[in-house]
């Protein structure tokens, strides 16, 4: 069966509702959603990304997603087939609702790594670099996270899902995602209870040190809940979004590489090779000499703070 990927289609509504933010943001409502130089290089990195996708969905796709399907059942004597049982689950309803949830299960522990990862959060970094949040920052994305996304998800596809059923549930993951960030969408009640809402997505692009790497999941927020890892926006904080070490730069180079630039810096400060190998793959902030702290380390030193006050 041949599908068409979503964003297909979804490309142009990204434009025509990043428009009408904009335009109601700055005539009607009168809030400063959007500054001018920093919407035009989130538009610029979402049009980069864009035209990356397309480059590379042969290789993600045909190259990756086809040959691990297809190396599975039949060319290494039917793995699927003669161990599991089957040869592939093929296009039921019901099996398109399971690969949409195994979808949003992977994209959940992708997104958890691209915060944990200090490598992958370089790549990441540039979706949070801005200090704004509106449809315009859903398009601010870096361009080297396509290199190793499909990676993540390729297990779904030897299991037995067609790479094409995959590739529209990606679609339409990236749908739901984008039109989270609006902050004109508040708490929405019943649904709040199971989806990833525009008010949880806010508290996800937050500094705030309660906010930060909160709230990963996809379209649904249940595996936050199960993992530990959700966080309901707090009304009486007042929020502040972007990251601690912003790239004080409108340049596209500059806020693509950034990061990376910081983890060679941080790597020259000690010669023993085990920190070396820390500063670039140990969740960010780490320090061998404590200079600098993780999440984790910065919430513990505020717990104590607290206690001992």
Sequence with gaps: MDFTNPLVYGVPCFLAFIALELTYSKTLDNKQLY???????SLSLGVGSAILGALLKTVSV????NFAYDLFNPMVNGVRTNIMGW??????????????LLDDY?????????HMVRFLWAAHIVHHSSDNFNL????????????YKP??????????FPPEMLVVCLGIEALWQFQLHTQYVK???????????????????????????????????????????WKELDDSIDISYGVSTPPNSYNLYVILTHEYKNIWEDMKKSKNWGDKFMYAFAAPGWS??????????????LREEEITA
């Excluded at 045909?62 to 997603?65: A, E, K, N, R, T």
């Excluded at 040869?87 to 949409?100: L, N, R, T, V």
């Excluded at 990833?196 to 990963?216: L, P, R, S």
Aim: glycine share 8%; net charge positive; proline share 0%.
């Design 35 to 41: 500054k001018w130089k920093d919407f035009f290089s």
């Design 62 to 65: 045909i190259l990756i997603f």
């Design 87 to 100: 040869e592939s689950f093929g296009y039921a309803w019901y099996i398109w609702i399971i690969c949409m």
């Design 106 to 114: 992977t994209y959940y522990w992708f997104h958890r790594q691209n």
């Design 136 to 147: 315009g920052t859903a398009v601010r994305n870096g361009w080297f996270t396509i290199l």
């Design 151 to 160: 990676f993540f998800y390729v297990w779904i596809v030897i299991i037995g």
């Design 187 to 229: 708490k929405l009640g019943f649904f709040e209870k199971f989806l990833n809402t525009h008010t949880m997505h806010q508290v996800h692009h937050a500094q705030n040190i309660e906010y930060m790497d909160k709230n990963h999941g996809g379209f649904l927020n249940i595996f936050d809940r199960i993992f530990g890892t």
């Design 288 to 301: 061998h000499d404590g200079s600098s702290l993780t999440v984790k380390q910065m919430r513990a030193q």
